[in-house]
């Protein structure tokens, strides 16, 4: 199993930017797909991206497809996703997570675990 730390949420204004990276523990990251996940406050965890254990494949909601981009490097064993063009429905705790399965790319939160603790995304209009 892996474990997982983000960082690099903070607040900012609509239109600007923002890049969030996800630290790994343990040997495995290079063979787990990853993805990124958000949750508002009163809402249920939210699909953001997903990308392959070597980066060939990338899936993306439709609410931020065209403004963020998901990338690993595993020889870091990191994994980012910069967000551009923020808008202030992209407000979130944003966490990242492995997927229980190598057999595809999954988007539903059930099939990923090795939740990390997450990190505020603020937008201001």
């Known amino acids: 199993q892996v474990q997982l730390v983000e960082s690099g949420g903070g607040l900012v204004q609509a239109g600007d930017s923002l890049r969030l990276s996800c630290a790994a523990s343990g040997r495995s990251f290079r063979n787990i797909h990853m993805g990124w996940f958000r949750q508002a406050p009163g809402q249920e965890r939210e699909f953001v991206a997903a990308?392959?254990?070597?980066?060939?494949?990338?899936l993306y909601a439709d609410s931020v497809k065209g403004r963020f981009t998901i990338s690993r490097d595993n020889g870091k064993n990191t994994m980012s996703l910069q967000m551009n063009s923020l808008k202030p429905e992209d407000t979130a705790v944003y966490s990242c997570?492995?997927?229980?399965?190598?057999?595809?790319?999954?988007?539903?939160?059930?099939?990923?675990?090795?939740w990390g603790q997450g990190t505020q995304v603020t937008v201001s209009s």
């Open positions: 990308i392959c254990w070597n980066g060939d494949t990338t």
């Open positions: 997570a492995a997927s229980k399965t190598t057999a595809y790319v999954p988007r539903s939160p059930f099939d990923f675990w090795s």
